[in-house]
């Protein structure tokens, strides 16, 4: 395995598709993220003393290291969510042309 690579994977949840499709394709238009997956979920969690079942969008956005704090600011500005999930997770490997793509659309 290779060492750490420069770009990271940022993952949040919004409540249905016009929440992706506006977050999802502000993100790319931003430059923030080289790209944006969106996947239907279905979350279970407890939210103040209730367990909740909600069916969400799970996006998944591949930005450089060096803007996952402007990424995470940007979507917490944007999200309908008291308290969104915005977790971002280092990158370990991968093919180096598209870990290179990655970093070269998302150049500040």
């Known amino acids: 395995m290779s060492a750490e690579t420069n770009v990271a994977a940022v993952m949040t949840t919004v409540e249905n598709e016009a929440d992706a499709d ?13 790209c944006v997956q969106r996947l239907p979920v279905r979350s279970v969690y407890r939210w103040k003393e209730t367990v909740e079942k909600s069916d969400e969008i799970l996006l998944i956005a591949k930005t450089r290291q060096s803007r996952v704090g402007d990424l995470i600011a940007f979507v917490k500005a944007r999200h309908a969510y008291e308290t969104p999930e915005i977790v971002a997770l280092p990158i370990q490997d ?3 042309p598209y870990l290179e793509w990655i970093e070269t659309e998302t150049i500040a």
């Not at 506006?22 to 080289?34: C, D, I, K, Q, S």
């Open 94 to 96: 991968g093919w180096p």
């Open 22 to 34: 506006a977050l999802a394709t502000a993100l790319v238009e931003a430059r923030l993220a080289a």
